[in-house]
């Protein structure tokens, strides 16, 4: 039996409001304006210290930015990133009791293709997510969600092609207009709308039934292009603005979606998952009402971008059924955020480098389990996580083997919802092709791992997938076609 703290117990809200005419509990002499969570009552000043020291806390604890270092801030315009925005902000200024020492640069990523906006509309909000960045005063980036289906694999040689129309590393804050330029005080700068991009992912996004898969291939896309922006322009950390209550729902979603082999490095602080860029969270430790407060009482703007689930219904998407269950078990026990925030820390989040494969969509690694105890009792698990996918060697009696076989049964032994034989050539030919093998869904679900293995389950055709997707599945097969041939010719390990 596992201990259970105090802590560990979801604490009913009480019926009464009790809070009315409650001292500040940190200073205890001015009369408290909110509760944060069931017995925590601040005043505005205690809790401007309470945010801030929270915040520099889950930064210098870890010791992981240094002193001069380049670090990319993810911003979309909404109160976490926002918040996120302005803490760091306060944080270089002059009056800052202990100033922060790195120096972040401003990236934000245009997903307005997603929900079909037009593209008046979509520079209107760049315009104003751009006067928000560019009073910060720090470097500032815009990218639009279909650039990344110019993306280059990790195996292949970069050009000087591949850079996206932002590219402002030499410190200017970006002015745009549709389809022209504007001439600033520090560079000429101009943001377009690829109409062959954006069509391109439009098509790619019809292609995927579930509003689940297209949820997670516009998060995967997005984390490649703040991965790819940040090995372009020398930063070696990504701060993500995503506070405790969306980790809690990405946690669970994730375990609901077989991706529970990296649910770890979801709720970890430092996200190690790739050699060069580490992505950190220093907002984790903060409820989505915390941050909304926080934006109340500073005036800090936001902006609101509708996305794939606004206004839809609760069982649109898996991730959107979770936010409803957990925001609605959060407003009777405030403690369910920090509870499942704790359970994922419980989860080992080490990384193994030694792995040399990885789910070409994601890109992220699988390793082999750290813990010599689990392998030893509980061999399922261990053999689910020895291979370099997921997907690899998992036996022909595990779960993965049966939901296949499954498919193939209801389906018949011809996928009838593959056309990409069909289309492939035509798109290849027409220069949206990226490799002179049409690829069959077979071929590139053996390179994925089991969660991305589901947004591309019901695609028409996998050959619309990003450029950095393809190229890498077609160099893959490349590789391992050449291998069975000499493999007669190659030493065995001793």
Known sequence: MCSVQDGDVPMKRPEKDACLGRLCMKCKEVQAVLVTRVNDA?????????????FRAAIGKTKLVRDGEHVLVAYSGGPS????????????????????????GVLFIDEGATIGLTGEERLAICEKIHS??????????????????TLTPDNEEKTSDSSTTVNPCNGSSPAFRDG????????????????????RLKETLNNMKSVSAKEDFIRSLRNMI????????????VMLGSCGTQLAVRLLTDISTGRGAHAAMVAAFADRRHDDVMFLRPMRDFSSKEAAIYNSFHNVESVFIPSLTTKAQTGVSIEHLTESFVTGLQADYPS??????????????????????YCTMCKVRYHILPSALIAKYFDVFALLYRGPLDTKSVG???????????QKISCGSVNKGDNSAKTGLKFWRRGWGLSSKILNRDEVKSNLCYGCRLIV?????????????LKDVAWRNRRSNMKKEIEGFLLEDV
Not at 43 to 50: L, P
Not at 180 to 199: A, F, H, P
């Open 336 to 357: 369910t955020v920090s509870n499942i925030m704790r359970t994922g820390e419980k989860l080992d989040s080490s990384v193994e480098k030694k792995a040399d494969k």
């Open 42 to 54: 601040f005043c505005k000043d205690c809790f401007q210290v309470y945010v801030t020291h929270k």
């Open 132 to 149: 928000i960045m560019k009073n910060t005063g720090f470097t500032c980036y815009i990218k639009s969600l279909e650039e990344g289906f």
């Open 226 to 237: 703040l991965l790819d922006v940040a090995r372009n322009c020398g930063y070696s950390k």
């Open 81 to 104: 990133s926002s918040a996120l925005l302005c803490l760091i902000q306060e944080g270089l200024s002059q009056r800052a009791h202990k100033k922060l020492r790195f120096r972040p």
């Open 457 to 469: 389950r019901d695609m028409e055709d996998v050959n619309k997938l990003p450029e950095y997707v």
């Open 396 to 406: 022909a009696s595990s779960a993965l083997s049966a939901v296949e076989f499954s």
């Open 180 to 199: 022209e330029s504007i001439e600033t005080e520090e560079v000429q700068w101009k943001y377009e709308i690829n109409q062959d991009l954006e069509r």
